[in-house]
């Protein structure tokens, strides 16, 4: 297995307010790029929400191989958004990329 870590972004279509963010956050905290080298030394955050309402996901994701870990991130992503309360019309998702693979692991 590889650490890899992923980049999910996305478009907010009603506002994030503090609770749903803390929510969200709860809910990525277990696949936060911190935990890796690369996500350390890069000063990751898990999430990073941009003017208009796009965002972007980060999360270390633990798989066999890049197709793998790109799906896995956007379960994680999708499962956390709708943990907050977000619908999948209400914060669709892009396609995932690879930001990095920590060679560390």
Same mark, same amino acid.
Do not use: C, K, W
């Given at each position: 297995m590889t650490?890899?870590? *992923?980049t999910v972004p996305g478009t907010l279509l009603r506002t994030l307010d503090a609770?749903? =963010?803390a929510a969200l956050l #709860?809910? +990525? #905290? /277990?696949?936060? /790029? %911190?935990?890796t080298a690369l996500g350390?030394?890069? $000063?990751?955050?898990? +999430?990073?929400?941009?003017? @208009? @309402?796009?965002?972007? *996901? =980060?999360?270390?994701i633990e798989?066999?191989?890049k197709r793998a870990a790109e799906t896995e991130a956007k #379960?994680?992503?999708g499962a956390a958004l709708? %943990?907050? @309360?977000?619908?999948?019309?209400?914060? /669709? +998702? @892009?396609p995932a990329f690879v930001t990095g693979i $920590?060679?560390?692991y």
């Open positions: 650490a890899y870590v *992923i609770d749903s =963010r #709860r809910g +990525l #905290r /277990p696949a936060d /790029p %911190q935990h350390e030394a890069e $000063d990751l955050d898990m +999430l990073t929400v941009h003017e @208009g @309402g796009t965002f972007s *996901i =980060r999360l270390e798989a066999d191989n #379960r994680v992503a709708t %943990q907050a @309360g977000f619908s999948v019309d209400e914060a /669709p +998702l @892009g $920590d060679s560390e």
